[in-house]
T-cell receptor, first 113, second 112 residues
Framework: AQSVTQPDIHITVSEGASLELRCNYS??????LFWYVQSPGQGLQLLLK??????LVQGIKGFEAEFKRSQSSFNLRKPSVHWSDAAEYFC???????????FGKGTTLSVSS | NAGVTQTPKFRVLKTGQSMTLLCAQD?????MYWYRQDPGMGLRLIHY???????AKGEVPDGYNVSRLKKQNFLLGLESAAPSQTSVYFC???????????FGQGTRLTVV
């Protein structure tokens, strides 16, 4: 069965510092991978996605993620964090057949000044 | 273009009452999903549908039923609500193949 692990429940980063959020997945075939962000009381917004091709994908708001098949990882990065990036971040794995779209438990990002 | 619309946005139920949550999408998507979100648990898949007239169980289906009679609508039913079903419910839809999921704004349900 597919699963997603986000090892860090809560991360605090200083404004302007770099950020990396970890995501590990378990899936038998080639996965579709996603990162979503959720601000308090809001729905989920897609940051970026990976389906195939270049393993480094660029997203919105200056985020990027790298797919590493050998490590079953899809870590999210941002070179310089802004206070407005404080939110909850979810990694998800899906498949082409639409029968799976599984989310991790999320990582809460706090940004300190 | 409304995207994914959930109705209602808030609801308070008494234990044992029933209700139906409606999810409507106007993007002609094949796949639709119902999730519940609880603190520290992320989003857990309740049921999903890969097309009109088809439904399947997700990770936490017990106590819920679903129907997809029309392609654009995906209904989530609670026949006899329990306090453990207090949660925020999200609906999502996506197209076939390499498509991202689009989410509704959520329904906050409290069962007392």
């Amino acid at each position: 069965a597919q699963s997603v692990t986000q090892p860090d429940i809560h991360i605090t980063v200083s404004e302007g510092a770099s950020l990396e959020l970890r995501c590990n997945y378990s899936y038998g075939a080639t996965p579709y991978l996603f990162w979503y962000v959720q601000s308090p009381g809001q729905g989920l917004q897609l940051l970026l996605k990976y389906f195939s091709g270049d393993t480094l994908v660029q997203g919105i708001k200056g985020f990027e993620a790298e797919f590493k098949r050998s490590q079953s990882s899809f870590n999210l990065r941002k070179p310089s964090v802004h206070w407005s990036d404080a939110a909850e971040y979810f990694c998800a794995v899906g498949n082409q057949a639409g029968t799976a779209l599984i989310f991790g438990k999320g990582t809460t990002l706090s940004v300190s000044s | 273009n409304a995207g994914v619309t959930q109705t209602p946005k808030f609801r308070v139920l008494k234990t044992g009452q029933s209700m139906t949550l409606l999810c409507a999408q106007d993007m002609n998507h094949e796949y639709m999903y119902w999730y519940r979100q609880d603190p520290g648990m992320g989003l857990r898949l309740i049921h999903y549908s890969v097309g009109e007239g088809t439904t399947a169980k997700g990770e936490v289906p017990d106590g819920y039923n679903v129907s997809r009679l029309k392609k654009q609508n995906f209904l989530l039913g609670l026949e006899s609500a329990a306090p453990s079903q207090t949660s925020v419910y999200f609906c999502a839809s996506r197209t076939q193949g390499a498509g991202e999921a689009f989410f509704g704004q959520g329904t906050r349900l409290t069962v007392v």
